[in-house]
C-alpha cells in the first residue's frame, strides 16, 4: 500500500518564479495538508483541502496557494519566490474522520525546494 | 493552541529503554497528546496518540500523568534507527492542523 507520494524530491529555482508541488494521498485517504519546515525547525502548517476546498489555512501569504483534485491529489503552488521559501514542503493526508484529534496523519517524504 | 515543552536533546543507549518527556501544563480536556518524530530526509510519522490512559502500540509506548499536565514517550528497547527528532503535540477537535514545536532531538550511541 503506497503512502503519500510527493514530486519532484527535489527542486531548484530562481527568485522571482513561480513553482507548483505535487501530493498523492494514501490510498482511501481524503484530506491533504500542507507544512513548510525550515532547516532545523518543526513543520509549519500552511494549508488544508478537503472536497476540494480549502478548509484552514495557516498564517502563509497569499503567493502561497493550493488546489485539490477529484482524485484528492492535490498541489501547492509558490509565486514570486523569495530566498526565504527555501524549505521542506510536506505533504500529510489522512482519511474521512482523520482530521478528528482521535486520528493521526500520513506524511510524505517532502520536496525540497531551494531558491537561488 | 495549547503549547509543549520539549527536551532540545537527549541520548540514549542502544538496547537500553528511553523514557522522552513532554510538558502541557496548559493542557485542556479535550486535547488529545499526539507523538510523531521525524528521521533523518524523512517527513514526521505518527507514533501513538492518547487521551487520559496510558497507550501502548507497536512502536512505543505512552505514559500520561494523572493531572494530564505531562506525558512520557516510552521506546522499550532503543535501535539505532530510533534516532530522529520527537515532537509531542496536542490537537483537538477545533482544529485541522498540527502545531509543531522545537521537538527532541534523540541520539542513540551503539
Known amino acids: 500500500d503506497a503512502g503519500v507520494t510527493q514530486s519532484p524530491t527535489h527542486l531548484i529555482k530562481t527568485r522571482g518564479q513561480q513553482v507548483t508541488l505535487r501530493c498523492s494521498p494514501k490510498?482511501?485517504?481524503?484530506?491533504v495538508s500542507w507544512y513548510q519546515q525550515a532547516l532545523g525547525q518543526g513543520p509549519q502548517f500552511i494549508f488544508q483541502y478537503y472536497e476540494e476546498e480549502e478548509r484552514q489555512r495557516g498564517n502563509f501569504p497569499d503567493r502561497f496557494s493550493g488546489h485539490q483534485f477529484p482524485n484528492y491529489s492535490s498541489e501547492l503552488n509558490v509565486n514570486a519566490l523569495l530566498l526565504g521559501d527555501s524549505a521542506l514542503y510536506l505533504c500529510?493526508?489522512?482519511?474521512?474522520?482523520?482530521?478528528?484529534?482521535?486520528?493521526?496523519?500520513?506524511f510524505g517524504s517532502g520536496t525540497r525546494l531551494t531558491v537561488v | 493552541d495549547a503549547k509543549t515543552t520539549q527536551p532540545n536533546s537527549m541520548e540514549s543507549n542502544e538496547e537500553e529503554p528511553v523514557h522522552l518527556p513532554c510538558n502541557h501544563s496548559?493542557?485542556?480536556?479535550?486535547?488529545?497528546i499526539h507523538w510523531y518524530r521525524q528521521l533523518p530526509s524523512q517527513g514526521p510519522e505518527y507514533v501513538i496518540h492518547g487521551l487520559t490512559s496510558n497507550v501502548n502500540n507497536r512502536m512505543a509506548s505512552l505514559a500520561i500523568a494523572e493531572d494530564r499536565k505531562s506525558s512520557t514517550l516510552i521506546l522499550h528497547r532503543a535501535t539505532l534507527r530510533d534516532a530522529a527528532v520527537y515532537y509531542c503535540i496536542l490537537r483537538n477537535n477545533a482544529g485541522n492542523m498540527l502545531t509543531f514545536g522545537g521537538g527532541t532531538r534523540l541520539m542513540v550511541k551503539p
Open positions: 496548559t493542557i485542556s480536556g479535550t486535547d488529545y
Open positions: 490510498s482511501g485517504h481524503d484530506t
Open positions: 500529510a493526508s489522512s482519511f474521512p474522520q482523520g482530521t478528528l484529534a482521535n486520528y493521526g496523519y500520513t
